[in-house]
């Protein structure tokens, strides 16, 4: 009695491959694509990051740290520095335009309009980044749509193509639909019997918002934020074509040094090393964050 009481403990200890089995059946296709084509390259471009002005056809040779010293370069920093300046204001300028727009989708569009609504918000990202970045180059431009406008009305032309201004322009425009769809979503989760109980208890509007909405709603809006903020320091199309060379980044940077004149692969290697970690850090804040709560 004793030895079979001590095999069926020894079965229970061993893992039940029958349930086993169809879990990782259905992990494998994912896992295989992630592991090909995540995981394996990430690594590549690692190595690669330590070998010093590599270029194609060299051999991989890792031997140091150099690349990544460069990057604190003052002129490669500036560059970071206005990589994430230019993706924490495009953050910022969607959170304060779509909030609204998710708000009364959500909350004060009647039920049968609200998909109707939402498609139609949504329609610009049926067309491609590079013709919205085109339309906003003629919007733009000296002699553009603006200026035009603005000469109608007796007011001096402005001239903000080729700046940060146009990049923060172009790169809103072209996020905005992620951050509405993402507020929308959690805003439409949102208790309106809070909001009714606090307007019985004397709360006025601005109260009720920061106080019940906002508290409610915070997870959408560090979603939203994350997912806005590393599109945005990963864009390459609106800081080229809007920008121009006084607007450089780390990702026109990254290209530059892969398919560009100076064909450094270990300087780019480290490059976008360096914005994997920015995009690390960014992801952990948002996880301890949800944690915290």
Do not use: C, H
Request: proline share 6%; aromatic share 10%.
């Amino acid at each position: 009695m004793e030895s079979s009481s001590n095999i069926k403990k020894i079965e229970k200890l061993q893992p039940d491959w029958k349930n086993w089995l169809p879990t990782w059946g259905l992990l494998a296709p994912s896992g295989i694509w992630l592991l090909m084509l995540l995981v394996l390259p990430t690594l590549i471009i690692l190595e690669l990051s330590l070998v010093p002005d590599i270029r194609p056809g060299n051999l991989v040779n890792p031997s140091g740290l150099g690349n990544y010293i460069r990057i604190f370069e003052p002129l490669y920093l500036k560059v970071i520095f206005n990589s994430l300046f230019l993706a924490f204001g495009t953050t910022i300028i969607t959170l304060i335009l779509g909030f609204p727009v998710a708000y009364w989708i959500a909350l004060i569009v009647p039920k049968r309009w609200q998909n109707l609504l939402l498609l139609a918000f949504v329609l610009p990202l049926w067309t491609s980044s590079l013709l919205r970045s085109y339309a906003w180059i003629t919007i733009l431009r000296p002699t553009g749509l603006l200026n035009s406008i603005l000469a109608s009305f007796g007011l001096p032309a402005v001239n903000i193509l080729n700046s940060n201004s146009a990049v923060l322009i172009g790169m809103s425009y072209s996020l905005l639909p992620y951050m509405v769809l993402i507020l929308y979503a959690s805003l439409e989760k949102l208790d309106k019997q809070l909001l009714e109980a606090a307007a019985d208890l004397g709360a006025n509007p601005v109260q009720t918002f920061w106080k019940v909405t906002v508290p409610q709603v915070l997870p959408g809006i560090a979603a939203g934020s994350l997912l806005v903020f590393i599109t945005g320091l990963g864009d390459f199309i609106d800081p080229e074509l809007l920008g121009g060379a006084s607007s450089m980044t780390a990702a026109r940077l990254v290209y530059n040094q892969f398919l560009g004149a100076s064909q450094n692969w270990g300087f780019g290697s480290a490059l976008s090393m360096a914005l994997i970690l920015m995009v690390s850090i960014a992801i952990s804040f948002v996880i301890k964050f949800d944690q915290t709560k």
